[in-house]
């Protein structure tokens, strides 16, 4: 794209249009993910495409957007919906390349490799893509490109809490509590917005079932269960990327075709690239944060699957994304999914 600078207002206000079409058009019942007033929520995508941190979140509630233009059956309204949101994708990925993002490659291994790998879905299988990853190894740009790509659906940790919030709206249970929920790695505003079209599906009913059912357990365990429920639902009628949430355990316990991906890079980079991010945090803060993340991750992942997290043998690829980058560690596994319908 040929451009010294993008007019940052225009581009959130073709954001927030494009909510506010979708939500229409789709009918959803489960509102929109920009729903403050006009001016408060412009100031603040605005904000996100200013910041280095702002580019992950941005993404997601892009992925969001997406999603739910996705359930819109009218084919003339889908695809001129499609073609805006694709605009928006490629004006957002463009401002956060040349001004925000922070990229984890490393440019001396990444002279070394090259792209050679091949499909591992048969043209009947779902396409489904369960990315697992360190914190600080670009994985969510990685996943959030990959799906906008492929013409799939995104999830990740956000999106399935606040369905999971939505789902429990009103009722007094352990869902209720503040501390149920996972802390924020990042310190994120929880999305205003979802996936789905409505929550009439049978889907919706049983996930408001399950809060109740897994009431006398521990309280991780309950979340553990009924994400998992919902990873195999969704699996049973769409295409989508997940980032994380066990996912790749869970479809393999139930044999699913899935391809499993796990995206790291070295912790000094990780600390190199978390420190342009937030350079309000010190080196001590973040070198802690990534220790604490990585442990959390390697105990929680070996209770809930008794796998090791992180293992090379437990994916079908595992990612240095310091060797390729963000954007070629996307194209590295494209060369991957070559041929998937």
Request: net charge negative; charged share 30%; glycine share 6%.
């Amino acid at each position: 794209m040929e451009k010294e600078s993008i007019d940052l207002r225009e581009l959130a206000e073709r954001i927030y249009n494009l909510d506010e079409k979708v939500y229409q058009i789709s009918g959803s019942s489960l509102g929109r993910v920009y729903n403050g007033e006009r001016e408060r929520d412009l100031q603040y995508i605005i904000s996100l495409l200013e910041s280095k941190n702002g580019a992950d979140i941005l993404q997601d509630e892009l992925a969001l957007i997406g999603n739910m233009a996705k359930t819109i059956a009218e084919k003339t309204r889908l695809e001129n919906l499609e073609q805006e949101f694709d605009a928006i994708t490629e004006l957002t990925k463009w401002q956060a390349d040349h001004y925000t993002r922070v990229d984890i490659i490393d440019e001396e291994r990444a002279k070394l490799n090259t792209i050679s790998l091949t499909n591992r879905f048969s043209d009947q299988d779902k396409k489904i893509i369960c990315i697992g990853r360190t914190y600080g190894s670009g994985a969510h740009e990685i996943g959030f490109a990959l799906a906008n790509d492929q013409n799939l659906k995104y999830y990740d940790r956000k999106i399935f809490m606040e369905i999971l919030k939505r789902m429990s709206a009103g009722n007094k249970s352990i869902w209720d509590h503040e501390d149920y929920y996972e802390k924020e790695e990042e310190g994120n505003p929880a999305y205003s917005g979802m996936p789905f079209e409505n929550d009439n599906l049978p889907f919706f009913q049983q996930i408001k079932e399950d809060l109740s059912k897994y009431h006398g357990l521990p309280r991780r365990d309950a979340l553990y269960f009924t994400q998992s429920r919902m990873i195999l639902d969704l699996a049973k009628r769409e295409n989508f990327v997940i980032m994380g949430r066990y996912a790749d355990v869970v479809l393999t316990n139930e044999h699913i075709p899935h391809i499993s991906i796990f995206i790291t890079a070295p912790f000094e980079k990780r600390v190199e690239r978390l420190r342009s991010m937030y350079p309000e945090r010190s080196e001590k803060q973040i070198r802690k944060m990534l220790i604490q993340s990585d442990r959390r991750h390697r105990r929680d992942y070996y209770y809930f699957t008794g796998r090791e997290w992180g293992k090379a043998k437990n994916y079908d690829l595992t990612i240095n994304s310091a060797s390729y980058g963000i954007m070629g560690s996307e194209a590295l596994i494209l060369e991957m999914l070559k041929g998937v319908e």
